[in-house]
């Protein structure tokens, strides 16, 4: 048996087939990345995973070095550095793999010796960024169903005094003097912003959702000509889309409020800047998706479509961009801190994802979506 099938832990030979043959049947099967690299760090062997994982094929790869992905200060070659010394295995996580052709965060990797042959590891990686995706998805849906709580109290306790409230303001305004008649005038308008605000917290309420098949890109073209004719006149947009994308499974009308939402945020922190070369880019695309289990259920879905939101404008500052799913957090002024938590909502109402990444000049907005079943599509929506 060879080394490499030792390293993998394969038993005895099973009917006709023997251990050596086994040995790349299981490396191909296996979820995970995992590449064999020789002692001058040369990719000899590659899984089909890891094929996807470095965005290379295992012909490519066989071409190059690692060192050829990352720069060669990347703490990983001192992991390979030291289980070539001790002939161990090593684990270290939430590593960065960055460089010309690869942008990985998050990572766990595993580096063990074969010590059948000197100087050659296995390295197996696991990107545990979607998993905490996942984690950040739940707690916003948490505390979104605090918030659809909290607004059905509002609702009964509040919009009825309200009311009377605004009653009151309004025949007090036409027996009082022009500068009383003025704050009665504010009491009304304050009375509408509270109601309005209430009326917002309203839509978190947990109502079940039509959905059917959605042409994507239908939405994204509605969604633009509503920006390009009133808030994002001023500004360019590009659009990137996937032709061949299927439906997706969602309802059309949250659709457009998501994107909207999305799209007016990107446009007003590009005016924050007075950009000139202010941008927004649309793009579609399918992919593999994360897989993930249903509530109460063992059924599993998948997430292949990505549509993205970018612009170029000023960024999300840092002590804000891990919690901006989150209810009644924002970085502007005027906000409410509402909106987002509502796109996060209605995205995980549609079994999706939704994420974003950020630094000056480029925030990106993703949503994994998934698609509607063959035997369901009804594209014409």
Known sequence: MSGFARRLGLGRARGAESEAALAPQILNAMGLPVVLLDSEDRFRLVN???????????????????GDLIPSDNPIFLLIEHVRRVGDTVSDHDLSLQGARLAKQGITVQVSALLEEPGSVVMVFQDASAARTLDRQLAFRSAARSVSGMAAILAHEVKNPLSGIRG???????????????????????????????????????????RRAVNIHRVLEHVRKLAQAGFASHIRFTELYDPSLPPVSANRDQLVQVLLNLVKNAAE????????????????????????????????????????????GPGIPEDILPHLFEPFVTSKSFGSGLGLALVAKIVGDHGGLIEVKSRPGRTEFHMHLPMMPEDDSDFPA
């Open 48 to 66: 089909p995973a890891a094929e996807e994982f470095l965005g290379m094929s295992a012909q490519q790869l066989r071409q190059v070095a690692l």
């Open 168 to 210: 009151a303001a309004q025949l007090l305004e036409t027996s009082v003097g022009p500068s009383d008649r003025e704050l009665a005038t504010l009491i009304q308008d304050e009375v509408d912003r509270i109601r309005d605000l209430v009326d917002r917290m309203e839509m978190f309420g947990e109502k079940p959702i039509e």
């Open 269 to 312: 922190a590009i005016t924050t800047v007075d950009n000139p070369h202010g941008e927004i880019v649309l793009t579609t695309a399918y992919q593999h998706g994360v897989r993930l289990a249903l509530p109460g259920s063992r059924a599993r879905v998948d997430l292949p479509l990505l549509v993205s939101v970018r612009d170029n």
